[in-house]
């Protein structure tokens, strides 16, 4: 905790205890607020001025060492899904990462940096920009001495006023793994919409996707680089009340939009190279673009 203070930027990065006793962060800039824990470098609260929170956390999540947060932006790595003997979506989450930098920058936003202390052959970034909007870049670099393989996804929760009524547009002409039947499809739609579980992963997808909210009355942008995969899902009445870290009445008022490179988009690495995987979250009032 006393080191994580030496990233203090009076008035505008706070180290604070948060829930569960864990260290937190607490960002604040003219136009936003952010909240992150270095547990998971997990990006609990996005929130502008003026507006409802971005991110969706759940009222039941577990803050402990070792378990997974359940809402706001999960960093999965090094795969993605279960593995048997590990943990689900791998260790990233539930890893404490070290804060290395915090900084401000001309334009007004601020910005951490974490790294992941991790024993695959590869130096492991996050980069989390709090602005206008929030930028989020996860950057594995190599540094073994073979190829290095490896999935990785931001497991974006994205606050809705009613799953109902909400579209996910963006999608149209990608081809989709249906997880909960393991069929494979291709998007017909040219918005998704939501009447039961759902659990998809779309491969080979670049666009961006939008969240259109009637009730809230806002565009959620997804804007992403460096990720070939889009999965989104929403647990849904049966599978909530199965999940222990999650209130039984949520499902209508979250979705997950996630952003990366998974199963077979998956990513290899040769000795030296890197990737960065880039997500920019922004909103606008429905029917307008965000700038
Ligand atoms: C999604 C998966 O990415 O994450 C779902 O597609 C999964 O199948 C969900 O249920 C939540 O996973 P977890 O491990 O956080 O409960």
């Given at each position: 905790m006393d080191s994580l203070k030496n990233h203090d930027i009076p008035g505008r990065v706070t180290v604070f205890s948060g829930k569960g006793n864990l260290p937190a962060i607490r960002i604040q800039t003219e136009t936003s607020e952010a909240e992150i824990y270095p547990?998971?470098?997990?990006?609990t609260a996005f929130q502008k001025k003026g507006?409802?929170?971005l991110l969706f956390m759940s009222g039941s999540s577990d803050f402990l060492p070792g378990k997974p947060i359940r809402g706001g932006v999960p960093v999965i790595f090094p795969w993605f899904g279960g593995r048997e003997g590990h943990p689900a979506h791998g260790t990233a989450r539930v890893t404490p990462w070290d804060l290395t930098n915090s900084m401000l920058l001309p334009n007004g936003s601020a910005r951490l940096c974490f790294h992941l202390p991790c024993p695959e052959p590869a130096n492991v970034e996050f980069i989390v920009t709090v602005g206008n909007s929030l930028t989020m870049e996860f950057v594995v670099t190599n540094t073994g001495n073979a190829d290095f393989t490896f999935e990785n996804c931001l497991h974006t929760y994205f606050q809705v006023g009613d799953i109902h009524t909400i579209e996910v547009a963006g999608l149209k002409g990608a081809r989709y793994t249906d997880?909960?039947?393991t069929t494979q499809h291709v998007e017909e739609a040219e918005s998704i919409r939501f009447t039961s579980e759902t659990d998809r992963i779309y491969q080979d997808t670049t666009t961006t996707a939008e969240i259109r909210d009637p009730a809230l009355g806002r565009s959620i942008f997804v804007r992403k680089s460096g990720s070939k995969s889009t999965v989104v899902w929403n647990p849904w009445i049966d599978k909530s009340k199965r999940?222990?870290?999650?209130?039984?009445?949520?499902?209508?008022h979250m979705v997950c939009v996630e952003s990366g490179n998974v199963k077979e988009n998956h990513i290899t690495l040769a000795p030296g190279e890197s990737s960065t995987l880039k997500v920019e979250i922004d909103s606008a009032p429905l029917g307008g673009s965000a700038g």
């Open positions: 547990h998971g470098a997990h990006v507006e409802p929170p997880s909960l039947t999940m222990l870290d999650f209130g039984d009445d949520e499902w209508p």
